[in-house]
Nanobody, 120 residues
């Protein structure tokens, strides 16, 4: 089983930035993605990136503000979050899946999550 470990969450003011990291050893050729879940809400797709780095996918609510990148040499995926809004507050989860894109069910491995809180 793959161990995905997120880091980088925290408290930030609206308009600020955070960068999340996810260590993802053993999933070299998988799609790596980020989801988020706010209290009382369903888990929502945020972004994903292919092993070859030539395909990225973003949820509509984060397009133009968030950027996903990946360092295959370090087995790490990053989520740069800019222009944060209060509605970005959620637990952010790293996920991996072969051939995954936008859909939660396509991901086979998950991290424990990291809290991001944006104060307005």
């Amino acid at each position: 089983q793959v161990q995905l470990v997120e880091s980088g969450g925290g408290l930030v003011q609206a308009g600020g930035s955070l960068r999340l990291s996810c260590a993802a050893p053993g999933v070299s050729w998988y799609i790596l993605g980020w989801f988020r879940q706010a209290p009382g809400q369903q888990r929502e797709f945020v972004a994903a990136i292919s092993w070859t780095l030539d395909r990225t996918y973003y949820g509509d609510s984060v397009k133009g503000r968030f950027t996903i990148t990946r360092d295959n040499a370090r087995n790490t995926v990053y989520l740069q979050m800019n222009s944060l809004k209060a509605e970005d507050t959620a637990v952010y989860y790293c996920a991996a899946g072969p051939g995954a894109t936008y859909h939660l069910s396509e991901y086979t491995d998950w991290g424990q999550g990291t809290q991001v809180t944006v104060s307005s």
